[in-house]
Every structure is written in C-alpha cells, then in structure tokens.
C-alpha cells in the first residue's frame, strides 16, 4: 500500500521548510453516518519527525484536527540529500512510517 | 484569559485534585495524570485532550496559565466557511520556544493541537483544525517556562464538529 504520508523537505541555507500531508479520516467521536449512529472517533495521536536520530518536531493531536491532516513547520542544520524520518500513531493502535529525502 | 476553574469542574478534574492531596488515597489515576509539565515530555496528554473549556485544558496540559502577548502572532481567517477545515498558524519571536498548542474554545473539547518545538526547531506551525462554530481560538507559546497566548475569533458559516 502507498504511504499515508506525503512529505515536502527543502533546505534553504541552514533552515529546512517541511510540509507534511497525511490521509487519515480523523473522526472526532461526534459526527453521525447515514444511519444516524456515531461514528465512533479515531485520530492520530502523535506525529513525529526524526533528522539524524533526533526529534526536530513532534504532535500530539486530538481529533479536533481536520481529516487528512497538514502541518508545516522548519528547523536548522539539515542539508539537501538527507534523510527525514515521519511516522505516526493513531488511537486505534495504527501506525505508519516512511522517510523523506530533503532537496 | 480567565485563571478560574468553570462552574462545572468535570469529574476528573475534581479527582485529580483529590489525588494531589492525597485525601481520598486514589494513588494513580490510568493515565497518570501529572498535569504540570505535561507538554514537556513524551507522553500523550490524555487528560488535557479531554478538558472541555480551554482554561482547564492549559491547566492540564502546563499547569499554569498564560499571559497574553503581542510576540505571538496568530494567524486565522476572519470568516471560515467551512468549518471542518480551518488554516490556523502561528509564529513568535520569543526565545527558547519549547511547546506550541491550539485550542479552540467552544469545540467539545478545546485542545486541538500540541506540538513539541526542541532546540534548533523554528517556533512557527502551520496546520488546519476544525471548529464547531464561531468562537476563539488560542496560540500558547510555552517559552523559558512561561505560557504566552494569543487569541483571534473566527467566524465559522458551516461547523465542523457536528453531524
């Protein structure tokens, strides 16, 4: 199966942009189906970025955050050509990984 | 930004102070609820996703409160016509940036998102939220161990909490 993840890194002089966009339904608990019965919720939980064995950023969601997420955000001292480690949890126990080569 | 509890402290609110002064012998609460510094390690902080008003969700996430403040810059739409998905960001120029969180004060619960920031990580996030219907939404910066917020209403025509 494809990876839910897809990841856009850019280094720009010392400072790295990283875009992330992730397919997940996110369903917050409240929203009812076609039967009128509650769909029950599952969401990520926490979303994580690795460079070079370290955390540069970590989420902790609720469901609050809209389905198939996006997040966006930058960090210092990675180059073009190295490796960016994203994986995530939901609260349902799911999981998926993947790495991303920064350009 | 109130500092009082609500006027219908939830229940897990009310046993987590009681297990703090240790009157009724609760020991540890499931999930271990240790309510200060909770951002600051890796732990999922359950207890505070479940807070309803966004006061006690600060106060179970950090457990302290926040000063408002114009180093935070909030940046959300005016109007939301769809409020599933809400582009909500937030950048400031306060030093030793180590926690960002969301919070959207009349969803069911108000913590949406909280993000870790270690060293050498900028103190900016971009992501998008849902909202249940107009209402406000907070940036806290957690920066040298103190909270600094900052707070925009947006005006949402279709909620998107709601069936």
Redesign the interface.
């Known amino acids: 199966m494809a990876s839910t993840i897809r990841v856009r890194a850019t280094a720009n002089g010392d400072i790295t942009e990283v875009q992330a966009l992730i397919q997940h339904p996110m369903d917050s608990g409240f929203v009812k189906d076609s039967k009128g019965e509650l769909i029950p919720a599952h969401f990520i939980q926490e979303l994580k970025f690795e460079y070079n064995g370290k955390d540069v950023f970590v989420a902790d969601w609720g469901p609050a955050v809209s389905k198939d997420p996006y997040v966006k955000f930058s960090f210092k001292g990675a180059k073009k050509g190295d490796d960016l480690k994203i994986s995530w949890t939901d609260n349902k126990g799911a999981s998926d990984t993947t790495t991303a080569k920064i350009s | 930004m109130t500092t009082t509890t609500g006027p219908h402290p939830t229940r897990r609110l009310i046993l987590q102070g009681a297990a703090s002064v240790a009157l009724l012998g609760l020991g540890n609460l499931p999930f271990g609820a240790t309510p200060a510094r909770a951002?600051a390690n890796?732990k999922?902080?359950e207890a505070a996703?479940r807070q309803k008003s966004e006061a006690d969700a600060i106060k179970a996430l950090y457990g302290k409160t926040a000063e408002p403040s114009d180093k935070v810059k909030l940046d959300a739409p005016e109007i939301a016509e769809n409020g599933?998905?809400?582009p909500i960001?937030v950048a400031t120029t306060l030093d030793k940036v180590t926690s960002i969180s969301f919070f959207?004060a009349e969803?069911?619960?108000a913590?949406?998102?909280?993000?870790?920031?270690?060293e050498?990580?900028?103190p900016?996030?971009?992501?998008?939220?849902?909202?249940a219907k107009t209402t406000n939404v907070i940036a806290i910066v957690e920066a040298d161990g103190k909270l600094y917020s900052a707070t925009k209403e947006v005006k949402v025509t279709v909620g998107?909490?709601?069936?």
């Open positions: 951002a890796d999922y902080p996703f599933g998905v809400v960001s959207v969803n069911p619960n913590l949406a998102a909280s993000y870790k920031i270690p050498g990580t900028i900016s996030v971009a992501n998008r939220l849902k909202m998107g909490c709601g069936g």
